[in-house]
């Protein structure tokens, strides 16, 4: 199984900026199409962010388009989010996950197409 180990969350003020990461522990991760999810308290999980295994393509969610920015460093076993412009309505918890198992490293938009997850990381904004 793949280990995959978010970093970077915490607490920010609206308009600030937190930078999160995402380190695996996939020998092939440039296989890996990669994602980002959240979850705000009483509601479902939902999709963010997503980039190919190459990095030459990325999807995001309206919510956070144009604010979030989703890298990954494939000589570093590493996925990034950058957020911007944050608004108290993106605190949440936030998942890395991976596709690892299954073929095809093209951009995923749906949890089920994912493998692999990581435990979250708590991301608070204040306003």
């Known amino acids: 199984q793949v280990q995959l180990v978010e970093s970077g969350g915490g607490l920010a003020q609206a308009g600030g900026s937190l930078r999160l990461s995402c380190a695996t522990s996939?020998?092939?991760?440039?296989?890996?199409?990669m994602g980002w999810f959240r979850q705000a308290p009483g509601k479902e999980r939902e999709f963010a962010a997503a980039?190919?295994?190459?990095?030459?393509?990325?999807y995001y969610a309206d919510s956070v388009k144009g604010r979030f920015t989703i890298s990954r460093d494939n000589a570093k076993n590493t996925v990034y989010l950058q957020m911007n412009s944050l608004k108290p309505e993106d605190t949440a918890v936030y998942y890395c996950?991976?596709?690892?198992?299954?073929?095809?490293?093209?951009?995923?938009?749906?949890?089920?197409?994912?493998?692999?997850w990581g435990q979250g990381t708590q991301v608070t904004v204040s306003s």
């Open positions: 996950a991976a596709r690892t198992y299954r073929t095809g490293s093209r951009v995923r938009i749906t949890a089920g197409e994912y493998d692999d």
């Open positions: 996939g020998r092939t991760f440039s296989s890996y199409a």
């Open positions: 980039i190919s295994g190459s990095g030459g393509s990325t």
